[in-house]
């Protein structure tokens, strides 16, 4: 288990982070979310030990993390991490940087888990080429198997399908995660994606001002945002009477006392996005059809599970 107590860290003079406090659980998938700059990346960075706390602890079970001022060789060998840089041997075939880690003594063995891992991040048709000849999220894919192939106990990371296409990414994103769940990898993802959290994360951590603002399952900050950069991160949201709507959770119903006069239709595939006004200010609902600019419509709010 990977335990967090009372983190503080500071580059220079302001505050990064202060205060932070979580544990990990074997196998549980964590998901850190926030603005850029909240200070997603320098949080995976302490875990894995690249810089000395100013204030508190970091343990794996028993071990405590620590810092470049009292650990020689950063890193552990339990603990892998794939940051926004990839560190990958640009002159070596996929094959040859994701088995590097992998033991030269049962040469068969390394042969089936090499290509299981390339089948994983979906690379089987590059095995043999070199990593300097892929595109960027290519060279995130080898990264990310290169990562697990160890079998660490935690994994840690940044932004990890950033760079990587979306005719690929839903595909790969299951695969990773199922992989991690599969073979009970802690795992702890910095991201700005809800779709790397939703459905994946068992609890998501919301960086804000240098401290926890929410800590909770994706489900319960999806269904009941305590503030609006929670909402934000989910999706289009408005603020009436104080409460946080969803676009979604807005209806055009025949007749109510909610109207906003239709400013732009935006297409969304399953649905259409629509940009209203009401009292001078924009006001987001979704809707099955088109409506034309400057309809009136009539609203209504629907809460969680109602029509
Ligand atoms: P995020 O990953 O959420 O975008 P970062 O952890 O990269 O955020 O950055 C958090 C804050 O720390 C930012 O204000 C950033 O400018 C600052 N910062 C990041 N890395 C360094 C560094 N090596 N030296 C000084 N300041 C840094
Ligand atoms: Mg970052």
């Known amino acids: 288990m990977l335990k967090v107590k009372n983190l503080t860290f500071q580059y220079d003079k302001i505050p990064v982070l202060q205060n932070i406090s979580f544990n990990v659980d074997k196998g549980e998938n964590i998901a850190i979310i926030g603005e850029s700059g909240s200070g997603k990346s ?40 794939v940051t926004q ?18 033991s030269n003594f049962f040469p068969e063995e390394k042969k089936v888990r090499t290509a299981e891992l390339i089948g994983v991040v979906q690379l089987t048709a590059f095995a043999k080429t070199k990593v300097k000849l892929l595109s960027g999220g290519q060279k995130q894919r080898v990264a990310l198997a290169r990562a697990i192939a160890k079998q660490p106990e935690i994994i840690l990371l940044d932004e990890p399908f950033s760079h990587i296409d979306n005719f690929k ?55 009941n945002p305590e ?28 007749e109510s006392d909610l109207k906003a006069i239709v400013k732009q239709c935006y297409f969304k595939g ?10 001078g200010e924009a006001l987001f609902f979704e809707n099955p059809s088109e409506v034309k600019n400057n309809t009136l419509i009539s609203l209504e709010i629907t809460k969680f599970g109602q029509q």
């Not at 320098?42 to 071990?63: A, P, R």
């Not at 840089?85 to 992998?102: A, C, Q, Y």
């Not at 399953?270 to 009292?279: A, F, K, P, R, V």
């Open 42 to 81: 320098t949080l995976l960075k302490l875990l894995y030990g690249e810089y000395d706390l100013n204030k508190g602890q970091i343990f794996w079970n028993s071990e405590e993390i620590l810092g470049p001022k009292y650990n020689l060789v950063v890193g552990y060998d339990f603990m892998k991490q």
């Open 85 to 102: 840089e990839f560190d990958l041997m640009p002159f070596t075939s996929v094959e040859e940087n994701i088995g590097k880690h992998l």
């Open 169 to 223: 990414k839903q595909s790969l994103r299951r695969n990773l995660f199922k992989y991690l769940k599969k073979h009970k990898i802690s795992c702890v993802v910095a991201t700005h994606d809800k779709d790397d959290v939703l459905g994946y994360a068992d609890q998501m951590i919301v960086l804000d001002k240098a401290t926890i603002a929410a800590k909770d399952t994706p489900e319960k900050l999806y269904n």
């Open 227 to 254: 503030a609006p950069l929670i909402a934000s991160f989910f999706g289009e949201f408005n603020v009436i009477n104080d409460e946080i709507i969803y676009a979604y959770q807005l209806k055009v119903v025949p």
């Open 270 to 279: 399953t649905h259409y996005l629509i940009e209203s006004e009401l009292n």
